[in-house]
């Protein structure tokens, strides 16, 4: 399916607020993880650990192209980067088929 011009504008007009606010989200699940009971060394690894894991998700970072938008838009569904109230703005087609095709 391709996306059509006024969904893709939605989508880079919507990417950066919904990349925002889960590293927002990620932030202070880092410092629950530093403020944490143990070794200060033990929750530097874990922080590391899971920086790491979360640099590859889209809502850290993604290719900006219209050919990866619906998929961008189903993983950062799956991931729960975004919820499907976030699609709103977005036609009805599109809306259908990113949460028929990612299961919600």
């Known amino acids: 399916m391709n996306i059509t011009e006024p969904d893709w504008r939605e989508f880079k007009k919507k990417l950066p607020v919904w990349q925002e606010a889960y590293m927002e989200r990620l932030n202070r699940e880092y410092i ?3 403020s ?3 070794y200060a060394s033990e929750k530097f690894w874990q922080l ?3 920086i790491k894991k979360d640099r590859k998700s889209p809502g ?3 290719e900006l192209t219209r050919r990866n938008a619906i998929p961008c ?3 950062l569904l799956s991931e729960g980067v975004i919820v499907p109230n976030d ?3 977005f036609s ?3 809306v259908e088929t990113v949460l028929y095709l990612s299961g919600n």
Do not use: P, W
């Open 32 to 34: 629950d993880i530093l």
């Open 36 to 38: 944490g009971n143990g």
């Open 48 to 50: 590391e650990k899971r």
């Open 60 to 62: 850290v970072i993604t």
């Open 73 to 75: 838009i189903m993983r």
């Open 87 to 89: 699609l709103e703005g």
């Open 92 to 94: 009805k087609e599109l």
